[in-house]
């Protein structure tokens, strides 16, 4: 099923050392200890790192809009207790178990977290920092969760805050030297599919063209603005023969498609997928599996892994330079990197970051452990590289209105 198409690039680092944890798992091993159990973990001791020629400074003197560093978590915490509130943005409570990290975060600390824009892309995200530059109040996001191809950028335009949690050096993946953007969780390309209303279910991307399809098959996002939907566009494109540099065949397939009458001018989500206004869509499998939880077999969902190629996908983390929060900013990204936050992300079916280091330490209960990805899957996975993403972002974002030419909406 996991075949390879000749000019594949196989998966980078955090995928591949995600299958060999994975796979280390398969074998029979000692049940682990529940979490609450286990000993904190030292925490890491990560040099600041300033950006500026500025020292940085204890803790207890520390301006929280430059710090580089926790240094002393007791400071930083009271810090963000007294700022009393976070602002996070396009963070749906279904993304990857979003709603429960939210909701923890802010018990645990006693911080309001404001959930900006939750159906945004991660352009969304990068305007509302440049909107919100002189604006402290709610609208202006402290911290974002972005396609890779954003995380360079955004750095060079000066919208983020360099910031290096304590678990730092056990992170494994795309993670800026200075701390500016950091991976945070990855996944699987996969169709979902409502089977009360699609009898006969789509294995491959070619498939998706067949006339039978005709109204049924949506994007979960905007691909001029949604990097899920821009990376289903690449996708489609490597599956239909084209290559890692060049878009130029995911563009002609959706053409293809809308042309057919098969792709539908509506974002999918869970409500449309659940109505059946949208059968067919393309998300990672990590929201695919959430969805298939939350339906509970009404309507049934079959998550399809296409046989042509698996894509691949990460995430990364960042603070805005602009934070109105900057200490609970920092603090949220203690708490996502922390084994707490890392569980939490794989109870949504997202595959974390710091994941080799934790099955190593054993803290992974087998339950939790279960809801990751076969590692066959990640072991043969496609991810372009960030320049190659970079790049097939602007090209998707300047052609899909001449080439493919249908506006991609929210439902009403």
Same mark, same amino acid.
């Given at each position: 099923?996991?075949?390879?198409h000749?000019?594949?690039?196989?998966? $980078?680092?955090?995928?591949?050392?995600?299958?060999?944890?994975?796979g280390?798992?398969?074998?029979?091993a000692?049940?682990?200890?529940?979490?609450?159990?286990?000993?904190a973990?030292?925490?890491?001791?990560?040099?600041?790192?300033?950006?500026?020629?500025?020292p940085?400074?204890?803790?207890?003197a520390?301006?929280?809009?430059?710090?580089?560093?926790a240094?002393?978590?007791?400071?930083?915490?009271?810090?963000?207790?007294?700022?009393?509130?976070?602002?996070?943005?396009?963070?749906?409570v279904?993304?990857?178990?979003?709603?429960?990290?939210?909701?923890?975060?802010s018990?645990?600390?006693?911080? %309001?977290?404001?959930?900006?824009?939750?159906?945004?892309?991660?352009?969304?995200?990068?305007?509302?920092?440049?909107?919100?530059?002189?604006?402290?109040?709610?609208?202006?996001?402290?911290?974002?969760?972005?396609?890779?191809a954003?995380?360079?950028?955004?750095?060079?335009?000066?919208?983020l805050?360099?910031y290096?949690?304590?678990?730092?050096?056990?992170?494994v993946?795309?993670?800026?030297?200075? $701390?500016?953007?950091?991976?945070?969780?990855?996944?699987?390309?996969?169709?979902?599919?409502n089977?009360?209303?699609v009898k006969?279910?789509?294995?491959?991307?070619?498939?998706?063209?067949d006339?039978?399809?005709?109204?049924?098959?949506?994007?979960?996002?905007?691909?001029?603005?949604?990097?899920?939907?821009?990376q289903?566009?690449f996708?489609?494109?490597?599956?239909?023969?084209?290559?890692?540099?060049?878009?130029?065949?995911?563009?002609?397939?959706?053409?293809?498609?809308?042309?057919?009458?098969?792709?539908?001018?509506?974002?999918?989500?869970?409500?449309?997928?659940? %109505?059946?206004?949208?059968?067919?869509?393309?998300q990672?499998?990590?929201?695919?599996?959430?969805n298939?939880?939350?339906?509970?077999?009404?309507?049934?969902?079959?998550?399809?892994?296409?046989?042509?190629?698996?894509?691949?996908?990460?995430?990364?983390?960042? @603070?805005?330079?602009?934070?109105?929060?900057?200490?609970?900013?920092?603090?949220?990204?203690?708490?996502?990197?922390?084994?707490?936050?890392?569980?939490?992300?794989?109870?949504?079916?997202?595959?974390?970051?710091?994941?080799?280091?934790?099955?190593?330490?054993?803290?992974?209960?087998?339950? @939790?452990?279960?809801?990751?990805?076969?590692?066959? @899957?990640?072991?043969?996975s496609?991810?372009?590289?960030?320049?190659?993403?970079?790049?097939?972002?602007?090209?998707?974002?300047?052609?899909?209105?001449?080439?493919?030419?249908?506006?991609?909406?929210?439902?009403?």
């Open positions: 099923m996991q075949t390879k000749k000019n594949m690039q196989i998966a $980078g680092v955090i995928f591949l050392v995600s299958a060999l944890v994975l280390a798992c398969a074998a029979p000692p049940a682990p200890e529940p979490v609450a159990a286990a000993p973990p030292e925490p890491t001791k990560v040099p600041a790192v300033p950006a500026t020629d500025v940085f400074v204890p803790a207890a520390v301006d929280w809009s430059v710090a580089t560093a240094g002393n978590m007791d400071d930083l915490t009271a810090a963000a207790q007294v700022e009393g509130a976070l602002n996070v943005i396009t963070l749906p279904d993304w990857c178990n979003y709603g429960e990290m939210i909701d923890t975060f018990a645990k600390y006693g911080i %309001k977290v404001n959930s900006l824009n939750p159906d945004g892309g991660s352009a969304d995200e990068i305007q509302a920092i440049k909107d919100n530059k002189e604006n402290k109040g709610p609208q202006a996001p402290d911290v974002i969760d972005v396609g890779p954003y995380g360079p950028t955004s750095k060079e335009e000066g919208l805050a360099p290096k949690v304590a678990t730092w050096d056990t992170i993946g795309d993670k800026d030297p200075d $701390g500016y953007y950091v991976v945070d969780y990855n996944g699987v390309m996969v169709f979902e599919v089977t009360d209303v006969d279910v789509p294995k491959d991307w070619a498939d998706l063209l006339p039978k399809y005709k109204g049924q098959v949506a994007l979960a996002g905007d691909p001029r603005a949604s990097n899920q939907a821009a289903s566009v996708a489609a494109g490597m599956a239909s023969g084209g290559t890692l540099d060049d878009t130029t065949a995911g563009l002609e397939f959706f053409k293809k498609l809308n042309a057919s009458g098969n792709l539908l001018p509506l974002i999918a989500g869970s409500g449309t997928i659940a %109505k059946g206004e949208t059968p067919i869509t393309f990672w499998n990590y929201l695919a599996l959430a298939a939880d939350t339906f509970a077999g009404n309507p049934p969902l079959e998550i399809v892994y296409p046989s042509s190629v698996n894509w691949g996908g990460y995430y990364l983390q960042a @603070i805005s330079a602009y934070a109105p929060h900057p200490a609970a900013a920092r603090l949220w990204q203690e708490y996502l990197y922390s084994d707490v936050g890392q569980l939490t992300w794989m109870k949504g079916y997202c595959t974390p970051s710091r994941l080799a280091d934790m099955i190593s330490r054993n803290v992974v209960p087998d339950d @939790i452990k279960a809801k990751l990805p076969d590692p066959k @899957i990640i072991e043969t496609v991810v372009p590289k960030g320049p190659q993403l970079k790049a097939a972002r602007a090209n998707i974002k300047e052609k899909w209105d001449t080439v493919v030419g249908l506006d991609i909406k929210k439902a009403p």
